[in-house]
């Protein structure tokens, strides 16, 4: 079983900066993609960052220049390092991985962490 653990979620004031991070465990053969993805209340969820199965980075415009996704693959983490946040940034902040495991390809979401920006 496949597991994703994200951490590093909290208040921050506008401007501020956050790192969240994400774990992977289990019996992980390869990764087609990962990515972090947040959903404000009352909006649907949205790709923020993402890695593509060429290992080329992606992100949503609102993020662009602010926003770097890095990851460390000796230690199965992936990050999101979160800088000049702004109040529309707060939402809860889910990792996701498309991995081959040991039972086959299965999409890997983790439980969220949330992250507050006040103005």
């Known amino acids: 079983q496949v597991q994703l653990v994200e951490s590093g979620g909290g208040l921050v004031q506008a401007g501020g900066s956050l790192r969240v991070s994400c774990v992977a465990s289990g019996s992980i053969f390869s990764i087609k993609a990962m990515g972090w993805y947040r959903q404000a209340p009352g909006k649907q969820r949205e790709l923020v960052a993402g890695?593509?199965?060429?290992?080329?980075?992606r992100y949503v415009d609102s993020v662009k220049g602010r926003f770097t996704i890095s990851r460390d693959n000796a230690k199965n983490t992936v990050y999101l390092q979160m800088n000049s946040l702004k109040p529309e940034d707060t939402a809860v902040y889910y990792c996701?991985?498309?991995?081959?495991?040991?039972?086959?390809?299965?999409?890997?979401w983790g439980q969220g962490t949330l992250v507050t920006v006040s103005s």
């Open positions: 890695f593509t199965s060429g290992g080329s980075t």
């Open positions: 996701n991985e498309e991995v081959w495991s040991d039972i086959g390809y299965l999409e890997v």
